[in-house]
């Protein structure tokens, strides 16, 4: 008994003793951590890499070069056991294995990485990113779909068919099998919006001609900008992800536009760190 009581102190000692900056490479743990009753922060930026440190020291770094995030927000932005919500991610660059792993750690169940670029052709990192998710155990998969909506040599169905052809031919088994249609940046677009609605209707189209299911991202202003009105509701019985960046992991901000009077899912944080990657942040009942 008093051997056992001497491991369990040398436990308890090892434990009170650990620094921060001994999870500078492990992002998980540094947000589970404190040192000297100072709860550790998670901070990376492009010339110094990954750090872990105290929230004090943190919180002096200069904001235009460390990315840091604090352990209040991360308990109250993916409490997911308490809320029943949901987390997710989209981003535009490849998701390696460490980042999915580190990303299915911080109760993240869904992730939607960018399948076709603005430019007019598939991303190939996307099915990278597609079967590391698999692997971590991050059960939704989506891909979302950068029309270009002023190519003059592939339709808005022929963009959709290249990036399924893809997908199907490369990371089908990884792929949950949705494809958002991301519907933002008028200068992306036209300045005719009777051209750009009907691109848009014709790649919600080839949604139902291909037999796969889709959905909306994008904004009132963004919906506004792009088609002259908040009031055009083409393709509203697909699901709507909505962004609007106020750090607010709820629907409570939503205002109706394009048909949709409940949305889907909601972006409420953008171009942030984590697991040492850049993403957007999102949030839904039940993505």
Known sequence: MIFVLLISLCVVFAFANALCSDYS????????????????????????????????????????????????AVSQTYNASVTGAQYGLDFSTAAS???SS???????????????????????????????????????????????????????????????????????????????????????????TSSNRAFYQALVDSCSANGIRC??????????????????????YLPLWYAHYDNNPSFSDFVAFGGWTTPHAKQYAGDVTMCSMGVDKNYSPGF
């Open 25 to 72: 490479k492990n992002q998980a743990s540094c947000l589970k951590s404190s040192e000297d009753g100072v709860k550790c922060s998670f901070c990376s930026s492009a010339a110094a890499g990954t750090t872990c440190m105290k929230e004090t020291d943190a919180k002096t770094l200069p904001s235009s070069v460390f990315q840091c995030t604090y352990q209040s």
């Open 97 to 99: 294995s460490s980042a």
């Open 102 to 192: 580190c990303f299915a750690s911080n109760s993240i169940t869904y992730v939607v990485p960018r399948g076709y670029r603005s430019t007019g052709s598939v991303d190939t990192a996307v099915c990278g990113s597609l079967n590391t998710a698999k692997a971590a155990g991050i059960a939704t998969r989506d891909v979302y779909l950068f029309p270009q909506p002023t190519s003059t040599t592939k339709s808005a169905g022929a963009q959709m068919s290249e990036l399924l052809n893809y997908l199907k031919t490369n990371c089908g088994s990884a792929w949950s099998g949705r494809v958002w249609l991301d519907i933002e940046g008028s200068t992306y677009w036209t300045t005719s």
């Open 215 to 236: 959905g909306v991202y994008s904004s009132s202003y963004q919906w506004s900008s792009i088609f002259g009105s908040t009031s055009y509701s083409y393709g509203s």
